[in-house]
C-alpha cells in the first residue's frame, strides 16, 4: 500500500464500533468496545484513544500507519466544527468530539451523524454501488437515512440533514414520535412501529395468530408481524400494507425531490428481503414520477453492521 | 473587469429571454425573442444565435468579451450532455441543444432544467443569499423547484431532480395532473389549482363574493382568492388554509430530508407575500423538527422573471 490506513468509529449508545481499514476500503482489524455514558460520557474519548493504541501495539501496527480518524456519532452534528450539539443516547451536548479526540489520539479527527455515515458507507463499499446520487433509508428501532447527491455527502445548515424519519406521513391518524411531533415516518415504518401496531390490533381484539406470539414471547417484533403475513395472517398482512404505502410514498416523494438511481433499505426490517421490497417498489412506482422511478433502482443494504464505521473511514479519506 | 461576461438563456414556450451578465452578476443587456415552435422547433438555435451577433454588434461587444453561454430549458435535460430528453412545451425530443447552440454561436455552452437555474439565480443574486442548502418552490401555473445543497446546484440522475410539483401530498382526495398520476403538490398548491378550487366551490353552490368574480370576468385567478379572503369571504379562506396546509408540510418534508438554511418561495402566487408566508410558517413549524425549523428562513423569491437568465450565467460560470 502506497497510502496510510484510515479508522473508521461509530459511537452507539450501547457499543464503540472501531476498525483499521485500508484506503481502499478493506477492513483489516475491527472490534468494539462498550461506550461508558457515565460522567457525562466523559470516558468514551479516552476509552477510544487507548483501545486503538493496545490494537496497534498488538498487531504491530506503528501511529504513522493510519493518516486520520472518522467518526460517526448520533445526534446534530455540527461537520464543520466537529462539535456534537446534542447526542442523547450517548449524554454529550455541545461536545467538541473532533477536538478532544484529535488531542487524545494524535490524529486528525472528521465527525459526523452516523446515519449518514452509514449511508456514505454502503455508497462506498456496499449496496450504493458509488452512485451520484443516493437515498439510504435505515428501518430498525427508528427510521434514519443519509442522502449522496452530485457525488457528495449532504451536510445541511445545522446537523439535522436525511432526518427521514421525522418526515410528516400520516396525518389521518398520527401517533406520537420520540421527536415531539406526532405521524412521523418513523412512527409508522420503523420496526417498533410494526410491532407496536401488531399490539393495538390485538388490544382491539382482532382476531389474529400474532396474540398467540404476544402470550409465548410477552412481545411481537417486526419480523414475527412478516412471517405471519406469508401465512395468510389478514390483520399482520394489512398492517404491512399500510406500513409499505406509507414507506413507499415517503421514498418515492425524496425520490421526486432528489431523483436518486439508488435507494439502499437498510437495518433489521430490511431483513424482510424481497416480502418487503416487491410490494414497496410497486407502492414506489405509483407514487413516483415515472422518469424518476426509471432511474431508481431500490436495493437492500449489504453492509450490515460495518456500514458506519465504513462510511466514517471514506468521510476521513474524503476530508484529507 | 478582469474576466469576460456571460450569456444567461432561459427558453420559455413562448418567449427566450437572453442577457448579457457580468462575471460578477450584473445584467448589462437584456431582451427577448418569440419562441418559434414551428417545424419541430428547429429555428429557435438559430434564431438565438442570429439575436446574439445582433445584440454584440448594436452595442459594440466582439464575439470574445463573452466566455460562454447557459441555458435553462424547460423538461428532462441530461445536464452531463446538455441533450434535452423531452421538452413538451418546445416540441424537442432527444435534441442536443447544447451541441446545436455551440456549433451555431462558437461559445461553449451548458444547459440545464430551467426552474433549477432559476433556483441558482436566486441563490447567485437574489433571496438564497448563497446559502449552501437551499430549496426554491416556485408557484405558478405548476409547481417547480430547483435544490442547492453542500453549496451546489443538484442535478439528479436523469434530469427529473427537484420536481417537487410531483411530489404526492393529497391521497384524500386527489386531482388528476398534468404527469398522468393524481394528487400531485401541483393540483393543490399551484396558481391553476387555486382558482380551479374556487370554481370548484362556486360549482357546489357554496356562497362566496367570488362567484361575482367569475361572472364579471368570466375567470378566477389566484390572486382573487387571496383578495377575497383579505374581505373575509370563508369559502375563500377554507381554500387557502387547505392550500397553504398542504405546501407547509410538503416543503416541511423536504426541509426535514435536505436541512436547508434559506426556503424560496418565487412564481405568481408568492406575490401575496405575508399573506402567503405568515401562515405558511406556522404550518412549516407544525411539521418540521425545531432544529430544522431553527435552521430554515423561509424569504420570497426576489429576482422574478431575471431568475432564469442569472442561473443559466452563474452556471456557465461555475462550469468554466
Redesign the interface.
Known sequence: MSTKHLIGIDIGGTTVKIAFITYDGVIIEKWEIPTNKSDEAQYIVPDIATSIRDKQKEKGYQHDDFAAIGVGAPG?IDVDSGMIHEAVNVGWKNYHLSEELKQATGYKVWVENDANLAALGENWKGSGDR???MIAVTLGTGVG?G?I??G?L???????????G????E??QPLPCN???SGCLETVTSATAISRFAKMAIEEGKTTSLAQTLKEKDDITAKDVFEASTQGDQVAEDILAYVIEHLG??I???A??????KIVIGGGVSKAGDQLLIPLRAVFD??A????S???EIVMASLGNDAGVMGAAYFAKEEL
Not at 166 to 169: D, F, I, R
Not at 289 to 292: A, C, E, S
Request: net charge positive; hydrophobic share 45%; aromatic share 4%.
Open positions: 446534530f452512485a451520484n446520487h437515512g442522502i447527491a452530485n457528495q449532504l451536510h445541511g445548515a445545522n446537523g439535522t440533514v436525511a432526518e427521514i421525522h418526515m410528516a406521513v396525518t389521518e421527536c415531539g411531533k410514498r415517503a418515492a416523494n425524496l421526486i425531490a432528489l431523483n436518486p438511481s405509483q407514487y414520477l415515472t422518469r424518476t426509471h432511474a431508481a
